[in-house]
C-alpha cells in the first residue's frame, strides 16, 4: 500500500474501489457528470485542492477528459495533478461490453500501471516514518455533540453548512472532509461558535 499525501479525484464508486486497494490516500468521486450539478461538491474538492493538492483521475475517454476539463476550470492549476492511463481496450470483468469507446477505465487498470500513472503526475509518495496528525475520531464527534446525542443531526447540518459542505453528506463522509480540512482543535473552536436552537 502505497501512502500518497495528495487526495485523489475519480468519476465513480468502482474506481475508487481499485485505487482504495492499491494507495492509501482520501479518494473522492465525481459521480460521474453529477459533478457539472453539484456545486458543494465542488467548494469540497476546491478546499481539499488548496489544502492538500487534488491529483485528477478520469477515464481515457471522452467524458473523462471532458469531466477533467470541467475540474481544470474550476480549481486553480497551482493545486492541481493530472494522472492519465494509457489506452488499453478491453471490458472490466462487470460489465457485460465494453464502454463506448471499448477503452478500460480507472477500474480496469493493473495496480503497477496506476502507480506509474500517479507517480507521473508527480503524487508525493510519503515516507513510512512520518509522525500522524492528531485526526478527528468518530468519538471526538460524539463529545461534541456531532453525532449519538440530542440535536445530534441538527448540529450536523449546521456545521455542514457553516463550513460550506454537501449537506446530504453522511457522517463518514463529513468525518473524512473535517479530517482534510482541519484539525480538532480548530473543530472544537468552530463547533463552540454554532448556534443551536432548541426550540
Do not use: W
Not at 480549481?75 to 478491453?90: E, M, R, S, V, W
Not at 480507472?106 to 500517479?118: H, Q, S, T
Not at 448540529?155 to 472532509?177: G, I
Request: include cysteine; charged fraction near 25%; aromatic fraction near 4%.
Amino acid at each position: 500500500m502505497v501512502k500518497i499525501r495528495e487526495a485523489i479525484l475519480v468519476e465513480g464508486k468502482y474506481d475508487k474501489n481499485t485505487l482504495s486497494q492499491i494507495v492509501d490516500t482520501t479518494i473522492l468521486e465525481t459521480a460521474g457528470f453529477g459533478i457539472f450539478k453539484d456545486k458543494k461538491q465542488l467548494d469540497l474538492l476546491r478546499k481539499v485542492a488548496q489544502k492538500r493538492g487534488l491529483i485528477v483521475f478520469t477515464d481515457s475517454d471522452g467524458a473523462g477528459f471532458v469531466i477533467r476539463n470541467h475540474i481544470k476550470s474550476a480549481i486553480p492549476a497551482q493545486f492541481l495533478k493530472h494522472a492519465f492511463i494509457p489506452d488499453i481496450y478491453g471490458k472490466e470483468r462487470r460489465k457485460a461490453a465494453p464502454g463506448k469507446e471499448g477503452k478500460l477505465g480507472v477500474e480496469g487498470m493493473r495496480p503497477e500501471i496506476i502507480l506509474e500513472a500517479l507517480k507521473r503526475a508527480g503524487a508525493t509518495v510519503e515516507g513510512e516514518c512520518q509522525t500522524a496528525t492528531s485526526s478527528i475520531t468518530k468519538q471526538d464527534l460524539m463529545e461534541l455533540g456531532l453525532s449519538g446525542g440530542p440535536n445530534s443531526a441538527e448540529k450536523r447540518l449546521l456545521l455542514l453548512k457553516k463550513l460550506d459542505l454537501p449537506e446530504h453528506m453522511s457522517a463518514n463522509a463529513m468525518l473524512q472532509a473535517l479530517n482534510l480540512l482541519y484539525n480538532l482543535d480548530e473543530l472544537t473552536a468552530i463547533i463552540s461558535g454554532l448556534e443551536i436552537n432548541h426550540g
